[in-house]
């Protein structure tokens, strides 16, 4: 299965990453960014977080809540200036 998941996302033209709320989505974030430095085409959906959202079995906090809406703004003004 690892080597036909391999494959296809190597073969695909576009690829599409989602991330709920149900996890942090570490890894699908570091393997996106990969992706985006090589150039690779893709759709990143980010389900919004909560405060009180539990997460992995760790409420979700202050900190956490606003390093996303900062690291979220940062990145809407980002693809605004190009």
């Not at 996302?9 to 576009?14: D, E, G, L, P, V």
Request: zero cysteines; proline letters at 0%; charged letters at 30%.
């Amino acid at each position: 299965m690892v080597e036909e998941e391999a494959s296809a996302k190597q073969n695909a033209s576009i690829l599409l990453f989602v991330i709920t709320a149900e996890t942090r989505g570490l890894a699908s974030l570091v393997e996106v960014a990969g992706l985006v430095t090589q150039g690779r085409s893709l759709i990143l959906v980010i389900e919004d977080v909560k405060i009180g959202t539990i997460i992995e079995g760790e409420l979700v906090n202050w900190l956490f809540f606003i390093e996303k809406k900062v690291s979220l703004k940062y990145d809407k003004k980002k693809k605004k200036k190009t």
